[in-house]
């Protein structure tokens, strides 16, 4: 695996607008060596101003939208009415204002209980995957970084989800003091995938940063 490249901005704006300018690259370049491209999206509160931003000119007239297929890191098992769906947060955010096809959008069913929401998600990614792909290898992955260390929904300490070998599992995991249901991708998935970018603000993650970049190797933490 390579090894990252850390980029620092002085706000959120100048995060955003880098970070459009790179998708846009990205996208580009997926869709001229293979005629899609495959993006996972994240939830939680750092990733939406990004996705307003890329609903607007000149993001939402220069993305080929139909070529681009929407999927997601993880998924509270909630309705998507409900104000954590992480599918409802970027449809309201980016999906519902930009042209992109309803069957390019394969999002957890997260109304659902957590296992069957994680095997019908399964059967999407197997779907959507190449001939050679047992699931699809993402041109584009956003994640964030909890102040605890978790990323997606693979929380620290947390059991993988299981069976290991699948695309996306069950999660239940106690985090910020509650249960928390979820179906995420698992490593596997990520650490395919052709790029990863972790949209990290606020001073409280400043430490989960830190030891995630120059710690000591622990996969399970």
Not at 99 to 109: D, G, K, L, M, Q
Not at 150 to 168: K, R, V
């Amino acid at each position: 695996m390579p090894e990252p490249t850390v980029r620092v901005f002085a706000d959120s704006s100048s995060l955003n607008r880098a970070v459009a300018e790179q998708f846009v690259r990205t996208v580009s370049q997926a869709i001229s060596a293979r005629g899609r491209c495959t993006v996972a999206l994240a939830g939680g509160g750092t990733p939406q101003a990004l996705y307003e931003l890329l609903a607007q000119p000149p993001y939402r007239e220069i993305l080929p939208w139909a070529q681009m297929h929407f999927f997601w890191g993880d998924e509270r098992c909630v309705p998507p009415e409900h104000p954590e769906s992480n599918y409802g947060q970027a449809r309201r955010a980016l999906l519902d204002r930009v042209p992109a096809p309803t069957e390019n959008i394969r999002r957890v069913h997260g109304e659902w209980e957590p296992v069957a929401a994680a095997e019908d998600y399964t059967r999407q990614l197997r779907e959507s995957a190449a001939l050679s792909e047992l699931w699809p290898r993402f041109d584009w992955v956003f994640l964030g970084l909890g102040a605890d260390g978790h990323t997606a929904s693979l929380f620290p300490g947390s059991p993988l989800p299981t069976p290991l070998d699948a695309p996306a599992g069950a999660v239940t995991a106690d985090y910020q003091g509650r249960p928390a249901q979820r179906v995420t991708l698992t490593p596997q998935v990520f650490n395919a995938a052709r790029t990863v970018v972790f949209l990290v603000t606020g001073h409280n993650k400043a430490d989960a940063v830190a030891a995630t970049l120059t710690g000591q190797r622990d996969p399970r933490r």
